[in-house]
């Protein structure tokens, strides 16, 4: 099994049909003040594999800082059913909704596993606030 592409977005579902419909992807942000959390993220990973990947999986998520100090992570089971007749590949989309903690500006990594091993990162490019210059003088030209 392997990683076909993971990102962040706004929104993402699986229609009636099975088709992933992912809205609003990005890879960075602007954050007011820290520490911070981006609210309601939506990582999306797409996962491929054969017949042969059938059973029980685990996947982990960890979220590192700028700093690559792991700010959270998670795990959890995936049980991959046999596909149907003889459908040679397996589509398996993961839609999660997470909140990102910030604890300051600079480049955060999202890390995948799969069975315990590191499969691909995700980044996320977070931005503080830029002081607005002041006027000398209390002048505004």
């Known amino acids: 099994m392997h990683v076909s592409f993971a990102l962040f977005a706004d929104a993402a579902n699986l229609s009636q049909e099975g088709k992933l419909n992912v809205l609003g992807v990005f890879d960075a942000v602007h954050v007011a003040a820290f520490p911070s959390v981006h609210p309601r993220a939506t990582l999306v990973v797409r996962l491929k594999g054969t017949p042969a990947d059938a059973g029980v999986h685990t996947m982990g998520l960890r979220w590192l800082n700028a700093g690559a100090m792991e700010l959270w992570s998670s795990s959890a089971e995936l049980s991959v059913g046999a596909p149907p007749g003889h459908t040679g590949e397996l589509d398996m989309p993961v839609i999660a ?30 931005h503080g606030a830029v002081p607005q210059a002041r006027p000398i003088g209390g002048m505004v030209s």
Do not use: F, N
């Not at 909140?99 to 995700?122: F, I, K, N, Q, S």
């Open 97 to 126: 909704a997470v909140d990102l903690p910030l604890d300051g500006p600079g480049d955060y990594r999202m890390l995948v596993e799969l069975d315990g091993e590191a499969h691909t990162e995700v980044l996320l490019h977070v």
